[in-house]
């Protein structure tokens, strides 16, 4: 447990660092990602916040991905997310994108899936990252 915590710490200190390398708050990042969404064709889907329970399904996160990699996400691999086995294969089938578009992630499918807004801010900030080169 201990070392559990050391390296929730770790994680935690970097993931902080990295958002204020950013110079932008959760507003502007989530701003970001619904106008990356939409650009590429998917305007209906829209995120009010981290907390949203669409980002449950996987969808907008895959969607948001393609925007930002489309090497990295096939189109007909998204599936609709219409009950949980659908979500957890979307919600994994998203890091692994973005592990192979060279996104550092500490995200899990079980963050995507359980909705935790921190952890989404922090794998979208990522992507964000990633698109501006960073």
């Known amino acids: ?3 559990l915590a050391v390296v929730w710490q770790l994680m935690r200190a970097d993931v902080m660092k990295f958002l204020a390398e950013l110079d932008m708050d959760e507003k502007d990042i989530r701003r970001w ?3 990356k969404v939409a650009e590429g064709g998917f305007p209906h ?3 009010g916040s981290f907390r949203d329970p669409q980002l449950r399904n996987g969808v907008f996160i895959l969607q ?4 930002v990699a489309p090497e ?3 189109a007909d691999e998204i599936l609709p997310g219409k ?3 659908e979500c957890k294969l979307n ?3 998203a890091i692994s994108c973005a592990h192979k578009c060279g996104c550092r ?3 899990t499918w079980e963050d995507i899936v359980e909705v935790k807004p921190k952890m989404l801010l922090v794998f979208v900030g990522t992507l964000m990252a990633r698109s501006q080169g960073k």
Do not use: E, G
């Open 83 to 85: 009950n949980a086995s």
């Open 1 to 3: 447990k201990l070392t």
């Open 64 to 67: 948001l991905l393609r925007a």
């Open 33 to 35: 990602a619904n106008k």
């Open 45 to 47: 889907l829209q995120i």
């Open 105 to 107: 992630t500490f995200t």
């Open 72 to 74: 990295c996400v096939q």
């Open 91 to 93: 919600a994994k089938y």
